[in-house]
């Protein structure tokens, strides 16, 4: 019996963690003719918008500069907000002090009926000595009670304005939290200068133009899918140690049979599309330690520092006849190189937080074409190539949520 719940056990967590493959993974059919419009097009309209890109560049910044002063404001409205706070505390404090005082002196001299206790009090007196002393008293216990209670009326009145400022300074404090997520939806929904990996424009210009150079130099038809013809040229020259020139990690990967996580435990901290977020993010908690793994077999495509500094990894994997690819972040070191063909157990680089990162994680993206030169696309539709990882590999289905095993 024991025998069968520790299969039991294993079978449930090779299922949680491995995915079979989806059947199409094929992009849109793309000519070389098609590609190379789409090159001209694109990198004209880069050159025209380099300017409304650097005004792009000037609203982030104005962005980031909002988010510090609203930061900034938040900080000093929560400090007096804790202020009013203490001072409301301290009033009702000394208002039951004050309260409690006069509440004595009443009870004292027991003037519930007015002030017939005060009178009997002067009018007991036994010389006219005893009486002008006992008129003193009286009219100094009068006195100090009025003032008892004027202060008492004060400390309520000011209690009162300082409850109304307390909820202002509470609804400025709300309003400007929701401002402060506002400009930061701004950033990340709409300013691709911040997405991770983003290549510059020059960057983007050059690759697109290897890439025609480098369809046209296998062979590629005018009317033939780069793709195949891509997938044509590696299998021709798989037996020699593979195709591709310049170092473009353009080599016939091995059949990947299926995919897995990049960890050995962690969990999701944000979602593909999340925010026109391209990937879905990784953490776990013992960073320094963290090895990264291939998400499935294939064959290092690229390696290289972004805009940012973040180091990154891309890898090409064969998949039911065509190329998926898979893509790297943030690593703090990595063991590969371009062309190295890699499979699930090999480790290829380290947890990090190089670039542009608030802390540790893996950026991991699936993609069905890639940016760099041999890659089939531009950055424009890379972009739009993005698939869930969630879809390939069994990541728990909440954020935070911890997996452990591959």
């Not at 000394?94 to 007015?114: H, L, T, V």
């Not at 300082?162 to 401002?179: A, F, G, H, M």
């Not at 802390?359 to 890379?382: F, M, R």
């Amino acid at each position: 019996m024991k025998k069968k719940i520790v299969a039991l056990l294993v079978l449930v967590s090779i299922v949680t963690s491995y995915i079979i493959l989806p059947v199409d993974t094929h992009a849109d059919a793309n000519t070389l003719a098609e590609f190379r419009a789409e090159v001209e097009q694109y990198t004209s309209e880069l050159e025209d918008n380099r300017n409304q890109v650097a005004q792009n560049d000037e609203e982030v910044a104005k962005i980031r500069e909002r988010i510090s002063e609203i930061e900034s404001e938040l900080d000093r409205i929560v400090e007096e907000v804790g202020t009013l706070q203490t001072e409301i505390d301290e009033s009702n404090k000394e208002i039951e002090q004050k309260s409690e005082e006069s509440k004595s002196i009443i009870e004292y001299y027991q003037i519930a009926n007015g002030e017939n206790a005060y009178l009997e009090y002067a009018f007991g007196a036994t010389d006219i000595t005893d009486m002008i002393y006992r008129m003193a008293v009286v009219e100094q216990l009068t006195e100090y009670n009025d003032q008892i209670m004027d202060e008492l009326d004060a400390l309520i009145t000011k209690n009162k304005q300082q409850q109304e400022d307390l909820s202002k300074k509470q609804k400025e404090q709300q309003d400007l939290q929701t401002q402060l997520e506002e400009e930061r939806d701004k950033i990340n929904a709409e300013t691709a200068t911040l997405k991770d990996a983003q290549p510059g424009i020059q960057d983007q210009i050059d690759e697109a133009k290897e890439s025609v150079e480098y369809y046209e130099s296998i062979g590629c038809g005018e009317n033939e899918d780069i793709q195949q013809c891509q997938l044509r040229y590696d299998r021709a020259h798989a037996s020699s140690g593979g195709g591709g020139s310049g170092g473009s990690g353009n080599v016939m990967p091995p059949s990947a049979s299926g995919f897995y996580r990049p960890m050995e435990s962690g969990y999701v901290t944000q979602n593909w599309m999340n925010y026109g977020h391209l990937g879905i993010d990784l953490g776990n908690r013992n960073y320094n330690n963290i090895e990264i793994h291939p998400v499935a077999t294939g064959v290092v495509f690229a390696k290289y520092y972004d805009n940012a500094g973040a180091l990154v990894l891309k890898i090409r994997h064969y998949v039911n006849g065509s190329y998926l690819y898979s893509t790297y972040a943030h690593l703090s070191a990595w063991y590969v190189n371009v062309g190295d063909i890699v499979s699930p157990d090999d480790v290829i680089g380290r947890m990090g937080s190089t670039g542009n990162s608030s802390g540790p994680h893996l950026h991991l993206e699936i993609t069905t074409c890639d940016w760099h030169a041999g890659g089939g696309c531009t950055w424009a539709t890379y972009q739009n190539s993005t698939l869930n990882p969630r879809n390939y590999i069994g990541f728990p289905s909440g954020l935070y949520s911890w997996w452990y095993g591959r």
